[in-house]
């Protein structure tokens, strides 16, 4: 992906903020144009198409996602806290925040080539770190977020759950599992 004019980043900007407010259905060519005050064709004049604006906000979304556990995995080694619960607690914060965001992200599949160079990567940059570079039990780790965000904001979770107390459970144990598996010893909390 190219860098984007000031216009096209005005777009983006508008766009992000009707998908926000108004959910998918506020991410529409001709919805984005009359909130900017021009015509929809004008639009294709700075952006190729709508997976090409969905392209740039997923690639701007991932940037903030990466400052945000990056920030978080920080402040708990200084801490003395689980970067992965860490991690995972900023993770969740950040979808539940973006909710329309997260699930354009994430609903289908990626067109890789087509976002920001290396934003994919910058948002796994922190827990790559903390797990020691194992891109596989990385991958668990976020395969057991999303798996975790998508129940909560789908409403899913069984009556009388505690999706905190889920939450907790699931990366302590996910943090028993890796402490094993690099043969760290006594699995720390993750609570």
Do not use: C
Request: aromatic share 6%.
């Amino acid at each position: 992906m190219q860098e984007l004019s000031p216009r096209a980043r005005e777009i983006v900007e508008v766009a992000r903020e009707l998908l926000e407010r108004e959910g998918p259905e506020g991410l529409s060519m001709r919805r984005i144009a009359a909130q900017l005050g021009i015509r929809a064709p004008s639009l294709y004049e700075h952006v190729a198409d709508k997976r090409a604006l969905e392209n740039a906000i997923i690639s701007q979304a991932f940037f903030e996602q990466g400052e945000m556990t990056a920030a978080a995995a920080a402040h708990a080694r200084v801490s003395g806290e689980d970067p992965i619960n860490a991690i995972g607690v900023a993770y969740r914060g950040y979808a539940l925040e973006h909710p329309h965001v997260y699930r354009l992200m994430t609903d289908h599949g990626l067109d890789r080539a087509a976002l920001v160079e290396g934003s994919e990567q910058f948002a796994g940059e922190a827990l790559r770190q903390a797990v020691g570079g194992d891109l596989t039990l990385a991958r668990v780790l976020w395969a057991f977020a999303h798996g975790m965000i998508m129940l909560e904001l789908n409403d899913r979770f069984a009556e009388g759950s505690d999706a905190d107390q889920l939450w907790t459970a699931g990366l302590t144990a996910l943090r028993a599992s890796a402490d094993a598996k690099t043969g760290r010893g006594e699995p720390s909390s993750a609570g």
